[in-house]
Nanobody, 123 residues
């Protein structure tokens, strides 16, 4: 069993930056990939970014490519999502999730989820 706890959300103006953190505990060795998803009101949960446990491989949704950066610190069992040039359409609850592979980016295939952290981009 893996437990995930997100932090770092908040209110930011358009063009601003935020860094989200996701601390993992429990059966860390079972994790092959860590992911960020987001869900806006009235919309389905969507993939944002994924990173392999080694940190070597990373993939992003087209909507955030070039603006968001996912990283991992294995010494701290923590995954980060640096979000720059934020837009109002980035407003959502952001979730981290443990997954079986960086090639698997479907919410239903994730094995553990955090509770989510709200990100609001507004002037």
């Amino acid at each position: 069993q893996v437990q995930l706890v997100e932090s770092g959300g908040g209110l930011v103006q358009p063009g601003g930056s935020l860094r989200l953190s996701c601390a993992a505990s429990g059966s860390i060795s079972s994790i092959n990939a860590m992911n960020w998803f987001r869900q806006a009101p009235g919309k389905e949960r969507e993939f944002v970014a994924t990173i392999s446990r080694s940190g070597i491989n990373r993939y992003y949704a087209d909507s955030v490519k070039g603006r968001f950066t996912i990283s991992i610190d294995n010494a701290k069992n923590t995954v980060y999502l640096q979000m720059n040039s934020l837009k109002p359409e980035d407003t959502a609850v952001y979730y981290c999730a443990a997954g079986p592979s960086i090639l698997v980016r479907i919410p239903g295939s994730m094995t553990s989820w955090g509770q989510g952290t709200q990100v609001t981009v507004s002037s």
